[in-house]
T-cell receptor, first 113, second 111 residues
Framework: DVKVTQSSRYLVKRTGEKVFLECVQD?????MFWYRQDPGLGLRLIYF???????EKGDIPEGYSVSREKKERFSLILESASTNQTSMYLC????????????FGPGTRLTVT | GQNIDQPTEMTATEGAIVQINCTYQTSGFNGLFWYQQHAGEAPTFLSYNVLDGLEEKGRFSSFLSRSKGYSYLLLKELQMKDSASYLC????????????WGAGTKLIIKP
């Protein structure tokens, strides 16, 4: 079974803090994604990566950065957390073939106060 | 522009059949996915359609009409555990093959 894990289920941070969210997948998937999920909205893509050290902006990259130094790990960084970044953050991975489904981690619920 | 529409919430009775609709407008359609998401959990893959017609997988079936920009997910013999949100997502060639997601349909099953 594909397993995607995220470093925390719940996080509470203060405005202005730098926040790191970690995601690890164990199926040697080429593609990894970071989404945020907010009530009443579809999942919105923040960043994605097709390969180690490769990254592409999604629909809402402002205020975020990412790092992919190893194939299995994709990190999302909030440079200076703000209250409007309070959300559920979901990491996903998929095989290189773009027809493949994405496998999701359990999510990190981040609250910025 | 790109748009995915699904009903916000639906209610059905245990043992019955329910159809969840999804309509989409994208410039470069390249496949449609359905995911299930239980409250507080990760979305899990249910089905994928790229050609017109019906795909059946046990109690769940998914239908696609590309000319109408329309899909539905059909759930038969509903069980209480089917209470979840159902997410429709369209892959778009013109968005670097990324998924465009609907807001999801919350399905409530009553005994």
């Amino acid at each position: 079974d594909v397993k995607v894990t995220q470093s925390s289920r719940y996080l509470v941070k203060r405005t202005g803090e730098k926040v790191f969210l970690e995601c690890v997948q164990d199926m040697d998937h080429e593609n990894m994604f970071w989404y945020r999920q907010d009530p009443g909205l579809g999942l919105r893509l923040i960043y994605f990566s097709y390969d180690v050290k490769m990254k592409e902006k999604g629909d809402i990259p402002e205020g975020y950065s990412v790092s992919r130094e190893k194939k299995e790990r994709f990190s999302l960084i909030l440079e200076s957390a703000s209250t409007n970044q309070t959300s559920m953050y979901l990491c996903a991975s998929s095989r290189g073939d773009r027809t493949r489904e994405q496998y999701f981690g359990p999510g990190t619920r981040l609250t910025v106060t | 522009g790109q748009n995915i529409d699904q009903p916000t919430e639906m209610t059905a009775t245990e043992g019955a059949i329910v159809q969840i609709n999804c309509t989409y407008q994208t410039s470069g359609f390249n496949g449609l996915f359905w995911y299930q998401q239980h409250a507080g959990e990760a979305p899990t893959f249910l089905s994928y359609n790229v050609l017109d017609g019906l795909e059946e997988k046990g109690r769940f079936s998914s239908f696609l009409s590309r000319s109408k920009g329309y899909s539905y997910l059909l759930l038969k013999e509903l069980q209480m555990k089917d209470s979840a949100s159902y997410l429709c997502a369209v892959r778009d060639r013109d968005s670097n093959y990324q998924l465009i997601w609907g807001a999801g349909t919350k399905l409530i099953i009553k005994p």
